[in-house]
T-cell receptor, first 113, second 114 residues
Framework: DQQVKQNSPSLSVQEGRISILNCDYT??????FLWYKKYPAEGPTFLIS?????DKNEDGRFTVFLNKSAKHLSLHIVPSQPGDSAVYFC????????????FGKGTKLSVIP | KAGVTQTPRYLIKTRGQQVTLSCSPI?????VSWYQQTPGQGLQFLFE???????NKGNFPGRFSGRQFSNSRSEMNVSTLELGDSALYLC?????????????FGEGSRLTVL
């Protein structure tokens, strides 16, 4: 049973446009969400996070939105750049005392110059 | 500062053998987590260690085990290897495991089981 779902395996976007990556979750105990980016042959790197008490967090070109009632979060990248081409993973922690991140299967973003 | 270092980077084993993977965390980080990445399942949590104690364990069979040393370095072991154990094994470290939520990942150890 997949608790964190990224239903789009891939996404192509023109350079300069907005990239929107989506993530749905089923576990209502999740209270902290993170996005990681992964290039081939490298480990994932942290991008941005959001606590369940917030609905938006922004860091430069990256913004994460959380809709708790819909159990949905999204990552917006504006403007998209070719260097953003990578696999993006959504992940979540479930409550205090949890040291386990639950990951989605990832969305491969391709930014076309 | 140096990142998370995993060794070996690549290895090939045959069914029934065992394997030990090593992870050196970022200096000062006391929490080490292990994840298995496969094309079909994505990243799945194996276990997390802090100060030599396992705090969390994922849903993997007992063939998968780990430990952490007093210098925070960690090893994971897989015994009686199966074909399905072929995967990228990722180690991640953080200061305390959850305070900032951010994990720093190594480049992984690519295990192929023949």
């Amino acid at each position: 049973d997949q608790q964190v779902k990224q239903n789009s395996p891939s996404l192509s976007v023109q350079e300069g446009r907005i990239s929107i990556l989506n993530c749905d979750y089923t576990n209502s105990m999740f209270d902290y969400f993170l996005w990681y980016k992964k290039y081939p042959a490298e480990g994932p790197t942290f991008l941005i996070s959001i606590s369940s008490i917030k609905d938006k967090n922004e860091d430069g070109r990256f913004t994460v939105f959380l809709n708790k009632s819909a159990k949905h979060l999204s990552l917006h990248i504006v403007p998209s750049q070719p260097g953003d081409s990578a696999v993006y993973f959504c992940a979540a922690y479930s409550g205090a005392g949890s040291y386990q991140l639950t990951f989605g299967k990832g969305t491969k973003l391709s930014v076309i110059p | 500062k140096a990142g998370v270092t995993q060794t070996p980077r690549y290895l090939i084993k045959t069914r029934g053998q065992q394997v030990t993977l090593s992870c050196s965390p970022i200096s000062g980080h006391r929490s080490v987590s292990w994840y298995q990445q496969t094309p079909g399942q994505g990243l799945q949590f194996l276990f997390e260690y802090f100060s030599e104690t396992q705090r969390n364990k994922g849903n993997f069979p007992g063939r998968f085990s780990g430990r952490q040393f007093s210098n925070s370095r960690s090893e994971m072991n897989v015994s009686t290897l199966e074909l399905g154990d072929s995967a990228l094994y990722l180690c991640a470290s953080s200061l305390s495991g959850r305070s900032t939520g951010e994990l720093f990942f190594g480049e992984g150890s690519r295990l192929t089981v023949l």
